[in-house]
Nanobody, 116 residues
Framework: QVQLVESGGGLVQAGGSLRLSCAASGSISSFRIMGWYRQAPGKQRELVAIIDRSGGTKYSDSVKGRFTISRDNAKNTMYLQMRNLKPDDTAVYYC??????????WGQGMQVTVSS
């Protein structure tokens, strides 16, 4: 079973940047889709961005133009570059990996806090 480990979170001021990483314990080339989700206190987990095997991406409207998702199959790692961060981006961020006919794999979650 491949495991996912997030890193790069923390505290940043509004307008700042962070780069999140999601490192897999095995190959990610078989994952049809990988993505980032987040959950703010008192809210449901929501999609932030996804990327497919060919590099196609999709973003939530709230982060479009500010966040960039990427994946490096050679390094078995997915990234989320976050720019112009806002207090509303404060949440626990999770990475996710999907394969056909298998349950989704989730990372343990990582706090991102944006101060105003």
């Amino acid at each position: 079973q491949v495991q996912l480990v997030e890193s790069g979170g923390g505290l940043v001021q509004a307008g700042g940047s962070l780069r999140l990483s999601c490192a897999a314990s095995g190959s990610i080339s078989s994952f049809r889709i990988m993505g980032w989700y987040r959950q703010a206190p008192g809210k449901q987990r929501e999609l932030v961005a996804i990327i497919d095997r060919s590099g196609g991406t999709k973003y939530s409207d709230s982060v479009k133009g500010r966040f960039t998702i990427s994946r490096d199959n050679a390094k078995n790692t997915m990234y989320l570059q976050m720019r112009n961060l806002k207090p509303d981006d404060t949440a626990v961020y999770y990475c996710n990996a999907q394969r056909l006919s298998f349950p989704d794999i989730w990372g343990q979650g990582m706090q991102v806090t944006v101060s105003s």
